[in-house]
């Protein structure tokens, strides 16, 4: 069947909400002159190529992250010069066609009306927003090459000539290599291209063999394509230390990648850091959606969006008999992000959140079709398990009543889960299906008859219920956008003064306060460093893009050791002459700064002195000549915090 484009009416009133909130992420985007946060590796990763021919910053190759992002933006850089809005554009943009790509792809498994809503409700979520509207990250580009992969096997599969199968396979190859050159994760597309094929060839012998003669090209291109990637010699390591920036399976062997002092992981540790990002991702899927998180101590609820989109997933691998991408290609990235050692992130999930949803109705639709036709066996099923959880519901909300951590919605669940388990209960008992689920039922019947005069059934009310409760939600997530606008008065003056000045960029005193809690902490000691310390310093910091980027200085990363006598060796080894110490609110790694380097101060306190320091960051230049070092740097005079 050939692809036709359908215009109707559902289809133009997505087209112009999608666009509309896309645009609105570009007009209400962060206003700055410059990056705040550690996104600005990617416009200086994009500048590097530019300007040095090589892909990663501090004169570091970056071995970790594919390059597709900054490449992209180093394009743009020539085109249209260095800019932060530039970046932000590209997020917006990108979101929008990932967007308008992902409901022609789910319109064509559900009907139109669930996957207008599902598309409305996801980019309309302030998380969606805020993502796109602050912050550069790979988790968009990756989106949209995603699905544009996948409406291409599926255009590439049906297409009627061999001219638009070849148009649609180059499309194909094109989406898959991107996918690949901006995440990693994009191998997950090459592992549902294989199980695809696989499982035609168990099924089918001789379709196997022409859906391998169709995809082998495209799996060889894409092979080569992660390969050439993958054979890229690893810079030297700075420290010894398991975890990152180690490729991706030694990473899956540290129990903790925020901690790696915790050292290495065992079985049980696996199988606990899976259930803890399957309950972070039902958290996530939950802000997204409905607009608020789930505190993820109440399991009852978390496990609810979980068992729909397991059966959802089983049950249409069962329609498609395995031979699915979609299918193949959620299973891949789910196992690539259910394994992650590391806290899992919203920019994690975004990608994958749209077939989230749509498993979820499927797996709305297999109840229906499993009640309908095995009632006893559902009800024998559900009955325990529901009880299960509205009984462990009910002593969370026993246990934590005084302290007020809970949503009266969420509580409800909890009577909620109980009732249907009662009901489950005597479904297993009668062995016969609801009534309302039974269109031959008399209160089938009655729900699809008219009202009077009015001609609209009980059931098209209920249709409008659902598609009023979407609106509730879309507006409460349009109504949170006010929560993420961030001042900008403080941020626009950072305007005044260029980057590459010989004067920092000056701030009102009055405004610097206000203007460092906007900014990352590092950015305050960066631009000290910069102005204080010669050119040749070497720097050691927790978050090298950012200080890389403001101080101009060499960094060394700051790892996470907490053992004095390694990080003394590795100061002495790499020629550190300043380390920064922040206390951060909320650490990415562990131990934090602080802890890491007074443990180091206690030993060795005559080799530091204290050269800056504000509320909540401290800067330290090392006496090599204590240290057991000569140095060739001038002394630096202790300083106050000063206005920026």
Same mark, same amino acid.
């Given at each position: ?7 109707? &009416? ?86 929008? *066609? ?42 968009? !580009? ?69 859906? *391998? ?48 002092? *915790? ?143 809970? &949503? ?81 008065? !403080? ?17 009102? !005193? ?135």
């Amino acid at each position: 069947m050939a692809w036709q484009i359908k215009v109707t &009416r559902v289809g133009i009133l997505v087209f112009a909400l999608i666009v509309l909130f896309g645009g609105a992420a570009i007009l209400f985007q962060e206003r700055s002159a410059d990056f705040l946060h550690e996104d600005v590796f990617y416009a200086d990763s994009a500048r590097s190529l530019i300007q040095n021919g090589y892909y990663g910053i501090n004169g570091r190759p970056e071995t970790t992250q594919p390059p597709g992002l900054p490449a992209l933006l180093a394009i743009l850089f020539v085109i249209f010069g260095y800019s932060r809005t530039i970046c932000l554009c590209v997020m917006a943009v990108c979101e929008t *066609l990932a967007f308008l790509a992902a409901y022609e792809l789910l319109q064509r498994h559900l009907p139109k009306l669930v996957a207008a809503s599902f598309c409305i409700l996801l980019i309309s979520s302030p998380v969606y927003f805020s993502m796109a509207a602050a912050w550069v990250s790979p988790c968009f !580009p990756f989106f949209f090459t995603t699905v544009i992969a996948l409406l291409a096997f599926e255009n590439y599969e049906n297409a009627p000539a061999p001219t638009s199968r070849l148009i649609w396979g180059l499309v194909l190859t094109s989406a898959i290599a991107a996918s690949l050159m901006v995440a990693s994760a994009g191998i997950a597309l090459l592992g549902a291209l294989v199980a695809v094929i696989g499982v035609t060839l168990l099924r089918n012998r001789r379709l196997g063999l022409i859906r *391998l003669r169709r995809l082998l090209p495209i799996l060889l291109i894409g092979f080569a394509v992660q390969g050439l990637w993958m054979h890229r010699k690893p810079a030297p390591l700075e420290w010894s230390l398991p975890g990152y920036p180690a490729p991706y399976l030694e990473q899956l062997k540290v129990k903790n990648g925020n901690y790696p002092e *915790l050292g290495m992981a065992s079985l049980s540790d696996v199988s606990g850091r899976v259930a803890m990002n399957v309950f972070a991702q039902s958290d996530l899927l939950s802000q997204l959606v409905l607009r608020h998180g789930v505190n993820q101590a109440k399991i009852f609820i978390l496990i609810l969006p979980l068992l729909l989109v397991v059966a959802g997933w089983a049950y249409s691998m069962w329609q498609t008999r395995g031979e699915g991408v979609l299918e193949w290609y959620f299973a891949g990235y789910e196992f690539i992000y259910l394994l992650w050692p590391w806290k899992m992130e919203a920019r994690f999930f975004l990608p994958i959140a749209p077939l989230a949803c749509f498993y979820v109705w499927k797996g709305i639709e297999s109840m229906h079709i499993a009640v309908m036709a095995r009632p006893r066996i559902v009800g024998a099923v559900w009955f325990p398990l529901g009880s299960l959880l509205g009984i462990s519901g009910w002593y969370w909300i026993h246990a934590h009543w005084h302290e007020n951590l809970g &949503r009266r919605a969420d509580e409800l669940m909890a009577f909620i889960l109980c009732v249907s388990a009662i009901f489950a209960a005597w479904i297993a008992y009668t062995g016969r299906p609801p009534s309302f689920l039974d269109a031959n039922s008399g209160i089938g019947a009655w729900l699809r008859r008219s009202l009077g005069t009015s001609q609209v059934s009980p059931l098209r009310l209920a249709q409008f219920a659902g598609c009023g409760a979407v609106l509730i939600l879309f507006v409460m997530g349009v109504r949170n956008f006010r929560n993420i606008i961030i001042d900008e008065k !403080p941020l626009l003056s950072f305007h005044i003064g260029r980057r590459g000045d010989a004067a920092i960029p000056q701030i009102d !005193p009055t405004q610097n306060a206000s203007f460092l809690n906007a900014a990352a902490p590092e950015v305050e000691c960066a631009l000290w460093i910069r102005s204080h310390t010669p050119v040749n310093s070497v720097v050691m910091a927790r978050q090298v893009p950012t200080v890389y980027h403001f101080a101009e200085r060499r960094v060394v990363w700051f790892p996470p050791i907490s053992n004095p006598d390694v990080l003394m060796q590795g100061i002495q080894r790499l020629k550190v002459d300043y380390v920064v110490v922040i206390k951060h609110k909320a650490p990415y790694y562990l131990p934090d700064d602080d802890y890491c380097f007074d443990r180091l101060l206690a030993n060795s306190r005559d080799a530091f002195q204290i050269v800056f320091q504000d509320s909540n960051l401290r800067v330290f230049q090392v006496e090599r000549n204590l240290a057991g070092e000569t140095s060739n740097l001038g002394r630096v005079i202790p300083s106050s915090p000063l206005p920026l």
